[in-house]
């Protein structure tokens, strides 16, 4: 019988995770103490500031049991951190884990979901130092907080865009959109759903590298993740800077996938692409003359970075249709609490 | 009607948070940037190590919503990452705050809930530099992840307790355990339960000031805090330290009021001091011959430290009687997910 975390007991599970760590994940010779003790104990790298952000999965709200296997949903979980320290220019050094576990829980979908997390942190030889298993309600929760550095006085803040100023996105935003469709739909049908466009939703991929590369050139004046969707990460970015954005639709870019699955299920592609998406793409603002220098460093980093709009003095954000329209573009990003 | 978090959003909380962040919080010259981008960044000090933990309670696991409001809910889980970061003889500078909510959690409880969380960080000059909000399936669920700061090698880990050490504790573990008791028995009898033990269990203290004044010292060979019980954290200080412990049971301290309510009870008094309680004490070990400085410290913070045995070669905790027997002392630690 598969043995479930019930069997084994706290003790036995942390044990099991500290050999999955010792064997799979790296080692930093800056980590004085690891797990194992109250608080785990690092020695920064002089002429760093360190960054440091949190983030939920939740169970049933965040990911779907069903579609997601663990491995994956530590991909994503540890993603979506590594997405943010990215976001601001840093370089993702160390992750504390706390979980929270149905006490029937198997222990080998534990060891996949740690699995996940080293998947996304080795790259950056970042470790897993601390965190906490409880028990929990109904459901799992995944609560990552990660640690990371960044040249003192590099970050790069939502608030610094100015009016004039370019707006430009990586990747193709609305993928994980029109993948969490077309599982949907698949699921619904009684098929299995392998393709891209699921793929980009089950384990999007963040944009860290090209973050790192791209505050390192001190061009740009604003930089967040689209973790919220497309216009509700630029709404925030707007709002933090006290400027408007003037997005041309027809410059987004939108991939052959895209507008394929939009037609396949009988949609419009803007719906993905200028609504809420598990993205992890990056958007940056930069003075005009200063584009293509950013689109050359993201180049290098094999990411395409599109020129889309600009950063306006009047607030609010408005969309250019193809006719010339202007129209109010809602920054609906996702909210958790609203009906 | 008093409001709820579905009437405001998640961005609605985000600025209510904010604004009482930025009227009753602490601000750092060494935060360079906090909540509202895609992560803190902070300027760690030279010559220090910093110290990262992290902690979880869980709505109905770790705290039963009819007896402990919000504000003292928002104090006790602070106070145990506190307390975790004191154990290393660090203090506290920067807490992020993960929370899952109902969406019909009442705004003011989570303000309340802040409160507690600024009332134990504010005597620290510590703040809240991030965090996340989520909707989670039943009840509430708070996770905290705590930086601290300690001079460079002055860390003291649970895992260098030597044989014929001094094993000594802070203050009175078991209150909490009688406090529990306590309340739990004036429900059953339809009573309210205002008492000292139970006010130990509500908003227990941690030992941080202690903590950091006992590791300057040099003298402490291992620490760790109770958060698990007596036995419990000295089984795993133990265990990281190769050794055992032999505990003379009349030299713990225990205060007259876990006498009178194990009486009242009709429990034996050891059942509490010697099993689990959320008493957040310190277990400290050294060189017999620093007993004495390590106490005059310990008093100079107002905070009775007691010897209470010894460190064997031999492993496996053992409880000297009163009569003399030798008998096991259990690690009976809390386990999370044991039947």
């Known amino acids: 019988m598969a043995e479930r975390v019930s069997d084994i007991g706290e003790l036995g599970l942390i044990h099991r995770i500290g050999s999955l760590l010792e064997r ?45 296997e663990s491995f994956d949903r530590g991909r994503r979980a540890m993603t979506s951190n590594i997405s943010d320290i990215g976001a601001m220019g840093g370089t993702p050094l160390y992750g504390l884990v706390s979980l929270g576990l149905p006490a029937d829980a198997l222990v080998l979908d534990i060891e996949a979901l740690y699995r996940g997390f080293l998947h996304e942190l080795n790259p950056f030889h970042a470790s897993i130092v601390g965190g906490n298993l409880t028990r929990s309600g109904d459901g ?38 029109a993948g969490l469709q077309l599982l949907l739909q698949a699921a619904r049908d009684g098929r299995s759903a392998g393709h891209p466009l699921v793929d980009a939703y089950k384990t999007p991929s963040h944009r860290a590298r090209a973050g790192i590369a ?24 707007c709002e933090a800077s006290g400027v408007g954005a ?5 410059r987004i870019p939108c991939d052959g996938a895209i507008r394929a699955a939009a037609a396949a299920l009988g949609r419009d592609p803007y719906a993905f692409i200028l609504g809420e998406s598990d993205d992890y793409e990056l958007i940056i603002t930069c003075d005009p003359r200063r584009v293509q220098s950013l689109q050359s460093v993201s180049s290098a980093c094999a990411v395409p970075l599109t020129e889309v709009g600009k950063i306006t003095a009047e607030q609010g954000m408005h969309v250019v249709l193809p006719d010339g ?15």
Chains 1, 2 share one sequence.
């Open 325 to 339: 329209r202007k129209v109010p573009l809602g920054a609906a990003g996702f909210d958790h609490f609203r009906p």
């Open 140 to 177: 799992m929760f995944i609560d990552i907080t990660l640690v990371g550095e960044v040249a003192q006085g590099k970050a790069v803040r939502r608030s610094g865009a100015r009016p004039g100023d370019a707006v430009l996105v990586t990747g193709f935003p609305g993928r994980a959109a």
């Open 246 to 250: 003037e997005i041309v639709r027809e």
């Open 24 to 68: 799979d994940g790296c080692r930093s010779p800056q980590v004085s103490i690891g797990i194992g003790d109250d608080a785990a104990s690092f020695l920064p790298r002089a002429g760093c500031e360190l960054l440091i952000t949190c983030d939920s999965m939740v169970e049933n709200r965040h990911f779907l049991p069903a579609f997601i």
């Open 214 to 237: 791209l505050a390192a050139t001190g061009y740009a004046t604003a930089m967040t993740d689209t973790s919220d969707g497309f216009p509700g990460d630029l709404g925030h970015l």
